[in-house]
């Protein structure tokens, strides 16, 4: 596989690997998602998104934990050519509306637990969609549990390596958090370098990391280099 196409076929190339049936995550209720779930799950999303009208170079705020509503939604944006944008959960509640303006959101993904923090902030703005993940909303909100159960399939987009591929948010110590551009090329090298050169990953392996996805370190080890080797992720909620 060409480093630098679609991040999104991560996924791909497990299943060309013939690891359909491996567990790709374990979560903390002790539940377990194989690859070829993992990939399904993407796609249904991806899918969901395309109607939406969510495509190359849209921005896509994600508001999450470490559950398998991640990658779906991280992936499954990528998939369509969209940028997702982690961000820190944990974060003050105006700087959502922060991230929203600054990188021109056109959805945002938040589980249902940081839905108070986040849902003023997208009622003020109706150009943006809300979904809703991992329970139910009592506002009128798109269901991200209801796409992830769909059976769906869809090839990704063409990208170039250098075209965006999502952004993180700096800690903002010096002042406003800043968005910082990542490429898809990006992934693919740090998974050839510091996931192959440095850690020695591979599909034999368990990886648990106590920093979350929505942190650089978190999502190369829980999400991109796991993936990358075929390596088995555990994820953990909350602190």
């Given at each position: 596989m060409a480093r630098g196409t679609n991040v999104s076929t991560l996924l791909d190339?497990?299943?060309?690997a013939g690891r359909a049936t491996k567990v790709a995550a374990i979560t903390d209720d002790g539940s377990e998602v194989a690859f070829a779930e993992l990939?399904?799950?993407?796609?249904?999303v991806?899918?969901?998104?395309?109607?939406?009208?969510?495509?190359?170079?849209?921005?896509?705020?994600?508001?999450?934990?470490?559950?398998?509503?991640?990658?779906?939604?991280?992936?499954g944006a990528m998939r369509v050519g969209a940028v997702p944008?982690?961000?820190?959960?944990?974060?003050?509640?105006?700087?959502?509306?922060y991230f929203l303006d600054d990188s021109y959101?056109?959805?945002?993904?938040?589980?249902?637990?940081?839905?108070?923090?986040?849902?003023?902030?997208?009622?003020?703005?109706?150009?943006?969609?809300?979904?809703?993940?991992n329970g139910a909303s009592d506002v009128a909100a798109h269901s991200l549990d209801q796409w992830m159960a769909a059976e769906e399939e869809i090839?990704?987009?063409?990208?170039?390596?250098?075209?965006?591929?999502?952004?993180?948010?700096?800690?903002?110590?010096?002042?406003?958090?800043?968005?910082?551009?990542?490429?898809?090329?990006?992934l693919w090298h740090t998974c050839d370098t510091y996931a192959k050169e440095i850690i020695d990953t591979s599909a034999d392996d368990i990886h648990f990391s106590t920093t979350k996805m929505f942190h650089a370190y978190g999502l190369g080890n829980s999400l991109s280099f796991p993936l990358w080797s075929g390596a088995t992720s555990v994820y953990m909620t909350g602190r």
């Open positions: 190339a497990n299943l060309e990939f399904r799950q993407m796609c249904a991806a899918c969901r998104f395309s109607e939406l009208g969510i495509g190359r170079e849209d921005r896509v705020l994600l508001v999450l934990d470490d559950t398998p509503a991640f990658p779906a939604s991280f992936l944008i982690p961000a820190n959960f944990l974060a003050r509640a105006d700087d959502f509306a959101a056109a959805a945002v993904v938040v589980d249902a637990p940081f839905l108070d923090k986040v849902e003023p902030f997208v009622a003020a703005r109706s150009e943006v969609a809300l979904i809703v993940a090839d990704p987009i063409e990208t170039h390596p250098e075209d965006m591929a999502f952004w993180l948010y700096s800690s903002g110590s010096t002042g406003r958090p800043k968005g910082v551009v990542h490429t898809h090329a990006d």
